[in-house]
């Protein structure tokens, strides 16, 4: 599994030759390929091959492509990478109603968590209480939409009263940055396993095409939250570095399964136990539990 994450943030020309990534620019580079986890072509002036883009997609790498705003907007995915596509793609319309009104609880509890988890890194003891014992209440399908009532406690106690998500403020903006990037990862991982991504746990959306992808980034958006708040005040711009750092969550620790792992590898844990709950082999989502945000070591 690749480590590395790439933001191409100037003009640049990409080829791939024998399992390298070069890229021409005026610091010429080469990488492994198979070191790579995902690349940002920022720079709308940048060039790559044909034959580059598929080497980097076949080799799971998350590849986005950014618009004017430098704000991903497309993320390419392998298509029927996965041999077994139908039978899974089967597997998850065979889902009962049930099943998905309780993989949707699992899917929001955990959201909750992980935001009591971010007020507790970030001192609040209380907000983390109220927010863990709010989780308790969480029902099949969360009919009483308790999602909606957190967040609304969430967002005024870690940024204040006076913030909301649509306001132009620097911290909206890396937070937008932030949760396309989770929106990436989790859709090639969706795709790699077989998985029709249109179609959603909760959300159903006929105009978006990344419906499941939306549902299982949910628990991670607090990675992105926790790190705009030590990170960014509402003046700050999203600098080159700021990009590159929120690129970099993607191999921050979590906690998955009672074991440390970069968050990379840890959603596609969350995936594969998706899989298994598909296949009638067992019940439980395996969800990264949000921790200090520090670069995993790789061994």
Known sequence: MGYRNIVIASGATLSCREDQLIILNENN??????DISAIVLENQQSRISL?????LVSSNVTVYLCDKQHIPSAVVLPFYQNSTNAVVIEKQEQLSVPQTKQVWKQIVVAKIQNQGRCLKERGDEEGNHYLMELAKTVTSGDIHNVEATAARYYFRRAFGEKFTRTRDDGRNNGMNYGYAIMRGLIARLLTGYGFMVIKGIHHC??????????DFMEPLRPVVDLFVLNHMTGDDN?????????????GVDVLSGGQIHSLNYGAERMIQSFMRICQQEGKELMIPELVQLRQHQYE
């Not at 034959?51 to 080497?55: K, M, P, S």
């Not at 999203?238 to 993607?250: C, D, G, R």
């Open 29 to 34: 580079n080469k990488v492994p390929i198979e």
């Open 238 to 250: 999203l600098t080159p570095e700021l990009k590159h750092a929120l690129v970099n969550l993607l």
């Open 51 to 55: 034959a580059a883009l598929e080497q």
């Open 205 to 214: 959306n006929k105009y978006n095409s990344f419906n499941l992808a939306d």
